[in-house]
């Protein structure tokens, strides 16, 4: 169960924010510089609610508040405030959401004026993560966003942290405040995490290491948070991963082998769901995960195409895959599968509007409509994905002598086996002759043999 705890010495804001708890969530929308408010507002505000009711909190009520001039100490004007004070006061609220950026001392002083629990889009996110975190690695990731959070934190006007420590013996002075005490221990907790997911990192190293020398190719899928990532890799792999119509409903990768047309066995990876201004110290802690994905032969960016805001969130999507050195500029380039899921959701027309997209081949990656949830279209998917995967395959002649077995063992476990004869020859006794398709990755794994 995800809690939130605070209050402070004065009783004005004291209490507990569990499951179940009532929440207003408000959304800063705050006009651009040159321009007007943001047009997908509506489509924010309803994701705002969605990561809310990820864990357990019930919505009583949201709006959208334009901003046209931020303020430093509440980000929100005087009447704006009293606005969200009369919604709680309306709707027994005990927690404001405020899906946005909030600086520790605007938090703080909203939470004085309306004499509620206030946590801004980060400190939400890194709750649910919290609470989904189902690995020791996951955990530390977790741990680690945290701490770096709270660090820039340790503002706040408690009275134990304005305590100050005393020293000893005769080198003792008036000694450390509370509050440095508790960002030394911050920093000495978060040094020790690091060192721990560096070491996982090195792990996972070694394991990519392990999978690039042994045969088998690697599909890594990646979309926006709630996109039915899971649902499509428990269909494909018989798996049991957690797939609910929720926010982050998997946050720790799961790798499964998979069969693909032409293809004996493949390794598919289930990734964290990316979502609109992803909390940098989230990116940063789960960097050792998300790296599982620059070692991947083929990328399937699976889209919600029912969702009005999809085209934002591809874009989402891709910038942070630009961010992890990925089909940026002067990054690594994965060839990219997009699959159109939820088709089932859309009418006749949409549909038909997006398979003339389909047809006309506008995007450079290829695309696969389907529906993860009914299987709709998902051996269509497979035959592209199985293509995609042995596309650039070339015709050899090879020459294998007939005692070496391993090597003629893993031909026919993983090439196309075309012709192949028997002939003698004096010196180093009979040989093989094969006639193989192999693709470039296939055949350097077969000369490191």
């Not at 995609?388 to 090439?415: F, I, N």
Request: proline fraction near 4%; charged fraction near 25%.
């Amino acid at each position: 169960m995800s809690t939130f705890e605070f209050g402070n010495n004065t009783g004005e804001v004291a209490g507990e924010v569990s499951r179940g708890a009532r929440a207003v969530v408000v959304l800063p929308d705050i006009k651009q510089r040159g321009g007007g408010f943001g047009a997908d507002a509506e489509a924010r505000l309803e994701e705002g609610q969605g990561l809310a009711r990820a864990i357990g909190i019930e919505v009583v009520d949201s709006f959208i508040l334009p901003i046209r001039a931020v303020r430093p100490a509440t980000l929100f004007g005087e009447g704006q405030v009293e606005r969200i004070g009369v919604a709680c006061n309306m709707a027994d609220a005990e927690l404001v959401i405020v899906d946005g950026a909030l600086s520790a001392i605007q938090q703080r002083n909203l939470e004085e004026k309306l004499k509620r629990k206030v946590i801004d889009r980060t400190g939400l996110i890194l709750e649910i993560f919290g609470e989904r975190a189902a690995t020791a690695e996951g955990r530390l990731q977790v741990e680690l966003a945290h701490l770096d959070y709270q660090a820039g934190r340790l503002v706040r006007s408690w009275t134990h942290l304005e305590r100050q420590r005393g020293g000893f013996g005769f080198l003792g002075g008036p000694g450390e405040t509370q509050i440095e005490a508790d960002r030394r221990l911050i920093r000495n907790r978060m040094a020790r995490l690091r060192r721990e997911l560096e070491q996982v990192r090195r792990t996972r190293g070694l394991h990519r290491e392990r999978r690039q020398r042994a045969p088998w190719p690697v599909v890594a899928l990646v979309g926006y948070t709630n996109a039915g990532k899971s649902t499509l890799f428990n269909r494909l792999t018989g798996a049991t991963v957690m797939a609910e119509d929720l926010l982050f409903a998997t946050l720790d990768p799961t790798m499964r082998a998979i069969r693909l047309p032409g293809v004996d066995k493949a390794i598919m990876s289930d990734t964290v769901g990316f979502i609109s201004d992803l909390p940098t110290q989230l990116v940063a802690a789960f960097r050792a995960t998300l790296e599982e994905v620059t070692a991947a032969d083929v990328i399937v960016h699976v889209r919600d195409v029912a969702n009005p805001a999809t085209a934002e969130q591809k874009a989402e999507v891709e910038q942070i895959l630009a961010d992890l050195g990925i089909n940026g500029e002067g990054g690594t380039m994965i060839p990219v599968i997009e699959v159109w899921n939820k088709w089932d959701l859309l009418s006749a027309d949409d549909q038909a509007i997006r398979q003339d997209i389909i047809t006309a081949k506008v995007t450079e990656a290829p695309i696969a409509p389907l529906s993860a949830l009914t299987g709709e279209g998902v051996e269509e998917f497979l035959e592209k994905l199985g293509a995609m995967l042995t596309g650039g395959a070339q015709t050899l002649d090879l020459t294998v002598p007939l005692s070496d077995g391993q090597r003629l063992a893993w031909l026919h476990a993983h090439g196309d086996i075309i012709e192949e004869n028997q002939i003698e020859d004096g010196n180093d006794g009979p040989l093989m002759r094969i006639k193989v398709r192999l693709t470039p990755r296939e055949l350097g794994r077969f000369t490191s043999l």
